[in-house]
């Protein structure tokens, strides 16, 4: 099993020492060795907020370096702001893994110390001018919830990685720490080997960030009978060994479907953020951690997308015999 990223005793450390002295103005974080790491406390050089961000805060951003960052934003409580700042020019991997653990930093340290949180990709964004322009907007943007609005940045990142990456497959390790329950990778193992199981399907439990296996005794002989034991209301990882036999062969290949119903209001635009960004991590783990060989696979929207033709289309294509030219017989003949 692979931990997930937490806050370090170190970090826990800082962040209180950040609340009880308020001549801190903030506290610089990162994520390193699994773990969501403190790297300077910030000290308040005046009693303008503006004047502290920059002297302190501006000389700190690097144009290629995510970084998350905790500031006394306000007078009263919750008095902290926690920005995750994840520039243009910062690695593809890096991205992503900032943007999928920023709510993680607020929470291990306590949501009720904070009153926003920002998403920022350039120095700007965090410079004074950048704040207030940031405030207007929150103005104008009261009528949404906070969890829309971080929907909409996870969303924001998840195209910025995808266009970065051209053709490029991203292949995500073990240093980017995805959690995975201990059943979920003892259903993946005993798909690759010999244990008889056919079906593995896998959720992500968003709320402990990780993902968990589906309970189901189902035992589906053929594609029909697998779209029904899909969800069709909630998002589904679904690794199935489709054994069947095409042309005088027989095989059992093992098929991924990655499938996201586009109901369930609210949740469901949460799902449709989340799961595109975790799909390739639950791919290189059913890969690499649990030896799965996928010989194809199938993204859709809705189960009932998912036919038995066009499964075996993808499997055995048809292959175009062309005949060789034929020269026309001579007239008369």
Do not use: W
């Not at 790297?39 to 005046?46: D, F, H, K, V």
């Amino acid at each position: 099993m692979q931990s997930g990223i937490s806050a370090s005793q170190e970090l826990v450390s800082k962040f209180n020492e950040l609340l009880a002295d308020s001549n801190h103005f903030g506290l610089l974080v990162t994520i390193a060795s699994e773990k969501l790491q403190p790297l300077e406390l910030l000290p308040s050089s005046s009693s303008s907020f503006a004047a502290n961000v920059s002297s302190q805060l501006t000389p700190r951003l690097k144009p290629n370096e995510a970084l998350y960052i905790i500031l006394r934003r306000h007078a009263d409580t919750p008095a902290l702001a926690a920005v995750t700042y994840v520039p243009d020019a910062a690695p593809v991997r890096q991205k992503m893994l900032f943007a999928s653990t920023r709510l993680t930093l607020v929470r291990e340290l306590g949501s009720e110390h904070f009153r926003e949180t920002i998403f920022a990709t350039l120095a700007s964004e965090l410079s004074p001018a950048g704040f207030e322009k940031h405030d207007a907007h929150t103005a104008l943007d009261a009528p949404l919830t906070e969890e829309e609005r971080t929907l909409g940045e996870v969303r924001r990142t998840e195209q910025e990685a995808s266009s970065g990456t051209g053709t490029r497959e991203i292949h995500l390790s073990k240093s980017l720490a995805i959690p995975i329950s201990d059943d979920g990778l003892a259903a993946l193992k005993e798909l690759a080997g010999d244990s008889g199981r056919d079906l593995v399907m896998l959720s992500i439990n968003t709320a402990v960030e990780k993902i968990e296996l589906v309970p189901d005794s189902s035992t589906p002989t053929s594609i029909p009978d697998l779209v029904k034991t899909i969800s069709s209301t909630e998002p589904r990882f679904t690794f199935y060994r489709f054994e069947h036999s095409y042309g005088g062969n027989s095989s059992s290949p093992v098929l991924f479907f990655y499938t996201c119903p586009a109901t369930g209001g609210t949740k469901a635009i949460k799902s449709r953020m989340i799961y595109p960004l975790m799909k390739r991590a639950v791919l290189a783990i059913a890969e690499k951690e649990a030896g799965l060989q996928i010989v194809k696979k199938f993204e859709v929207e809705d189960p009932s997308e998912i036919t038995e033709a066009s499964v075996l289309e993808e499997l055995h294509p048809k292959v175009e015999v062309r005949q060789g030219f034929s020269r026309p017989k001579r007239p008369g003949r």
